[in-house]
């Protein structure tokens, strides 16, 4: 399959604070007067060489702390919008982390309202939309999660906020802590999407399939080995956001000749393939992604047509924009 960089794309795996470039970094800290590790965006660059999840993640949120205004998240956004508009992405639904915001006595309007001003500015100039969906902290309180559930709802009604998901460090019992955040949230019409078996292990994914009834599991990769899952997310209808790069990255994957992307596609699985935090790992882009996957497993034109089609699917887009998209790459295919 030729010319991946010129593909149609949906992304559904991002979290925009991922996206917050060391040069972005060390310039809202200098505007600011926040004394940071490193002072040269190149050596903060080069700094990034994390040796498990745990580390990447100690990193990205002290970087964060530059995050204060509505005007740093729309930078943010809009500047990660500008790239993946360059690589033919058409559509994106982004994450964001507002317990990581909030607890730094940063409002949460501020974060949306950026998010949202950007997404508009997007749509009316670079041919890309964008959807939020919230991420809780499966380490934080129930308490916090319920809470801005309660401030999000003026959001949740404009259908500027889609979803709910949980990513972040792992905890015991996560699942069923969480469980009235996710009864909550279907109550206010929100579909519901989780990070698991992402980092070495399929512990929990079971629990995450049966309790919470995702649309989407984030990650998943390890489900490869699991015929109970497999047949689970299967019977369900449940996609995977795989993100190659980063849990090469992150050391969650050791080789990506290993990488379980032929046994999906074998077990006639639903997956897609993201970004995740692309300014951490690399830094990369979602071509990146997409081209290492073909250099490695050399998919046929038909395979990429049925990873794209089923992504597309698996967004939170009504279907007459679903059949749109995924007659622009079918089309796009097959003149290749």
């Avoid at 607890?103 to 500015?121: F, S, T």
């Avoid at 790069?245 to 990506?256: E, H, L, R």
Wanted: aromatic share 10%; glycine share 2%.
């Amino acid at each position: 399959m030729k010319n991946l960089s010129k593909l149609p794309k949906v992304e559904m795996h991002l979290h925009i604070e991922g996206t917050l470039t060391p040069k972005m970094v060390v310039k809202k800290a200098r505007e600011k007067n926040i004394n940071i590790k490193y002072n040269d965006y190149k050596l903060m660059e080069k700094s990034y060489d994390f040796k498990s999840l745990a580390e990447f993640l100690e990193r990205y949120y002290e970087n964060m702390q530059v995050l204060q205004t509505k005007n740093d998240f729309f930078d943010l956004a809009y500047e990660h919008f500008e790239k993946l508009s360059e690589q033919n992405v058409r559509y994106a639904e982004v994450f964001f982390d507002p317990q990581a915001h909030l607890k730094r006595n940063v409002a949460l309007k501020d974060c949306i309202e950026g998010l949202c001003e950007a997404i508009l500015k997007a749509n009316q100039s670079l041919n890309l939309d964008a959807k939020i969906i919230m991420c809780f902290l499966k380490d934080e309180s129930i308490d916090s999660a319920l809470k801005i559930l309660d401030l999000a709802k003026p959001f949740v009604d404009d259908k500027k906020i889609i979803a709910i998901g949980f990513d972040s460090n792992e905890s015991d019992n996560w699942v069923q802590k969480f469980l009235p955040v996710v009864n909550k949230a279907k109550e206010m019409g929100l579909k519901i999407i989780a990070h698991s078996a992402e980092n070495f292990s399929d512990h929990d994914v079971i629990d995450v399939i049966n309790h919470l009834e995702p649309t989407r599991i984030d990650h998943g990769l390890f489900i490869y080995n699991n015929k109970k899952a497999i047949e689970l997310i299967k019977e369900k209808n449940i996609h995977l956001t795989l993100c190659p790069m980063s849990n090469i990255f992150t050391k969650a994957w050791k080789n990506i000749k290993d990488y379980p992307i032929i046994e999906f596609l074998k077990n006639d699985v639903s997956f897609s393939l993201n970004s995740d935090d692309p300014a951490y790992f690399g830094p990369s882009t979602l071509n990146q992604n997409y081209e290492l996957i073909q250099k490695t497993f050399n998919l046929t034109k038909e395979q990429w047509q049925k990873i794209m089609c089923n992504s597309i699917d698996a967004t939170f887009l009504d279907d007459d924009q679903k059949q749109n998209y995924k007659d622009e790459v079918i089309d796009f295919i097959k003149k290749q």
